[in-house]
């Protein structure tokens, strides 16, 4: 029985992750847990799983948790914080790590987890983005798995079991388009929240479906393939699949090109992440292509959706550029989401801090996370970035 724990257990990658463990208790049990502020999603899972030990945004949280679950038993330790995640990614029994948190939340306790040795599922990609070079070096030195579980990312991994590194020739990841494809920028002039949080496809966290309707999500997930992979940015293309059955495709230097396909369904990549290197049954929707019919491909609207390129361009930059992009999207995703900014301002405000940072190459962990809050507090500290739109 693998021992894992989860952190961001109350989100999308989360529960879907405790969904499976609960669907094959045999193969699993969860020892840690952290989540955010929702205490009662925690409370029921901690119920449920009778973890060892969970973790919460901050003080009061936890306090108010530990009167909720005071007749849990036996006792489960409860933490708080950065430091609370960290412990959590420290434990030493842990088999694998699930890391679901949002943002560059999840770089420090990737990193503890790296050093101890356990195992990695991997789906904050933020991680990489902000620090790939740093966390890859690591997992090499020593010898730590990193087992991707964005689709994306999964189905190239699948789809290199047992193949020769250097006989591919490029990585094509593919792209729903998100909620507004086929829109043009005069089409998103005020478009709201609400609308922007429809996906046609995929059930995700709000901060990852605004980054799909921007196409930033795509331009992390090819930054984070370059790391992975270990594949030149210039060997890697973004396909645009409305219907989000291929999820990626790998060519070969004999011009084959081997796909992954299933139905736009996160629990296989999560099964496939904490079962590698075997597969389980699941009671999953099978995909029937005489159903389906057709397939349909396009190439990616980078002129209505421009935060893709800017992708490109920061991950070529290299050094503190790639950080400091994710740190700004992550600000101005957040401020859409509260309704303080245009829709249209998100690229706007990455490029314009873009535009302002000195690249450091090579950046230590230190200089990494220093350009990260630099780029933070310069648009929560300069509102005429908000007011500005070019």
């Known amino acids: 029985m693998k021992k894992i724990a989860i952190l961001g ?9 405790i969904d499976i463990v609960k669907e094959q208790k045999h193969a699993y049990k969860v020892i840690g847990l952290a989540a955010g502020k929702n205490l009662e999603v ?3 899972q901690i119920r449920e799983l009778k973890p060892q030990i969970v973790s919460v945004e901050n003080e009061l949280l936890a306090k108010e948790l530990a009167i909720r679950i005071d007749d849990v038993r036996p006792r489960v330790e409860i933490l708080y914080g950065a430091t609370g995640l960290i412990t959590i990614a420290a434990l030493k029994d842990v088999d694998i790590l699930v890391t679901a948190v949002v943002g560059t939340l999840g770089l420090l306790p990737t990193i503890t987890a790296i050093k101890n ?12 983005v902000a620090a790939g070079s740093i966390v890859m070096d690591l997992a090499k030195q020593y ?3 990193i087992i991707p579980v964005d689709s994306e990312h999964s189905a190239i991994f699948q789809c290199l079991q047992g193949e020769d590194m250097s006989s591919i020739k490029n990585l094509h990841v593919t792209a729903s388009g998100g909620t507004f494809r086929g829109k043009k920028k005069t089409d998103l002039i005020g478009v709201t929240v609400e609308e922007a949080l429809k996906h046609p496809n995929w059930s995700m966290g709000a901060k990852i479906t605004i980054d799909s309707a921007t196409l930033m999500n795509k331009g992390l997930e090819v930054i984070e393939a370059h790391w992975l992979f270990n594949i030149d940015y210039d060997n890697i293309k973004v396909v645009v699949h409305p219907e989000s059955i291929i999820h990626s495709m790998v060519e070969f230097v004999d011009t084959s090109v081997i796909a992954q396909l299933g139905t736009p369904n996160m629990r296989v990549p999560i099964q496939y992440a904490l079962s590698y290197p075997n597969r389980l049954i699941n009671q999953q929707k099978q995909l029937d292509l005489i159903e389906l019919g057709k397939l349909h491909f396009e190439k990616p609207d980078t002129e209505t959706f421009q935060c893709l390129n800017i992708a490109y361009e920061a991950g070529r930059t290299g050094g ?3 950080a400091v992009m994710n740190a700004a999207n992550e600000v101005a995703v957040q401020l859409f989401l509260e309704k303080r900014i245009e829709f249209l301002q998100i690229e706007h405000i990455i490029r314009e801090i873009l535009l302002r940072h000195t690249v450091k190459q090579n950046p230590t962990l230190e200089e990494v996370i220093e350009a990260d809050l630099w780029a933070r507090e310069q648009i929560l500290n300069g509102g005429e970035i908000l007011c500005k739109q070019r």
């Open 117 to 128: 040795g356990t195992t990695i599922a991997l789906a904050n990609k933020e991680t990489l």
């Open 320 to 322: 503190t550029a790639p």
């Open 9 to 17: 257990s109350t989100g999308s990658i989360g529960t879907q992750t």
């Open 143 to 145: 010898n730590t798995k």
């Open 42 to 44: 925690l409370e029921q």
